[in-house]
Nanobody, 119 residues
Framework: QVHVVESGGGLVQPGGSLRLSCAASGSIFSIGVMGWCRQAPGKERELVATITSGMSTNYAHSVKGRFTISRDNAKNTVYLQMNSLEFEDTAVYYC?????????????WGQGTQVTVYS
């Protein structure tokens, strides 16, 4: 069984910063792509950023230049450094981990962490 747990969400004013963390644990043999998605109230879930095990990254246009995704393969952990936060960044942020566990590749999701940008 694989567990994915996010942390680091909270309240922040526009222009502020937050750092999200996400750790995958359990019977994991290997992890491929890790990433972050978000879902704002009344909107569909959208991709924010992804990172491969080889450290190749991909960002949504709306966060490029403001957010940075990174990972520690030894710790099965992915991070999302969010700078210059805007009201539009308010959402529940979900971490995903594409992992090989129990003989199959599957995508595992965390429960989400709330990020609220307020003034």
């Amino acid at each position: 069984q694989v567990h994915v747990v996010e942390s680091g969400g909270g309240l922040v004013q526009p222009g502020g910063s937050l750092r999200l963390s996400c750790a995958a644990s359990g019977s994991i043999f290997s992890i491929g792509v890790m990433g972050w998605c978000r879902q704002a109230p009344g909107k569909e879930r959208e991709l924010v950023a992804t990172i491969t095990s080889g450290m190749s990254t991909n960002y949504a246009h709306s966060v490029k230049g403001r957010f940075t995704i990174s990972r520690d393969n030894a710790k099965n952990t992915v991070y999302l450094q969010m700078n210059s936060l805007e009201f539009e960044d308010t959402a529940v942020y979900y971490c995903s981990s594409y992992a090989f566990a129990s003989g199959i590749w599957n995508t595992y999701w965390g429960q989400g962490t709330q990020v609220t940008v307020y003034s």
